[in-house]
C-alpha cells in the first residue's frame, strides 16, 4: 500500500464553522496551473481540511492526475491530468472521499 503525502495550507474562513469535526480548520488550496488538461467540478459537503485532504487523495488515485485543488469556499475542485478524465472516475473518486460530485463545470 502507498502513501500519497497532500499538502494543505490552512485558511481560517466562514465554513469552518460547518466543519466536520475532524481538524476544526477551514483549508483551502490555490488552483493549480500549467498543465495538458484541466477539469473543474463542483463538489457538495466540503467544509474543512479533513475533507481537502480526503477529496485530494481519492482524486489522486485517478491515473493520469497531476494536481487537484479544492476551494472550500466555493466548493470547486480543480483537476488537473494529462489525459481527459471520466466523469464516472471522478464520481467515484468524490464518493469513496465521502462527498456528492454535483457535475463538470468546465463543459
Known amino acids: 500500500m502507498t502513501e500519497t503525502a497532500v499538502t494543505v495550507e490552512t ?7 460547518a466543519c466536520c469535526g475532524s481538524c476544526g480548520t477551514g483549508a483551502t488550496t490555490p488552483p493549480a496551473t500549467g498543465t495538458a488538461g484541466r477539469a ?3 463538489v457538495k459537503g466540503m467544509t474543512c481540511g479533513h475533507c481537502v485532504t480526503s477529496v485530494t487523495a481519492e482524486l489522486q488515485q485517478i491515473d493520469g492526475v497531476t494536481d487537484v485543488a479544492v476551494d472550500l469556499a466555493t466548493g470547486q475542485v480543480t483537476v488537473d491530468s494529462t489525459r481527459p478524465l471520466a ?11 465521502g462527498y456528492d460530485l454535483v457535475g463538470r463545470l468546465d463543459d
Open 11 to 17: 485558511a481560517v474562513t466562514e465554513t469552518a464553522a
Open 40 to 42: 473543474v467540478f463542483q
Open 87 to 97: 466523469d464516472d472516475a471522478v464520481a467515484a473518486a468524490i464518493d469513496e472521499a
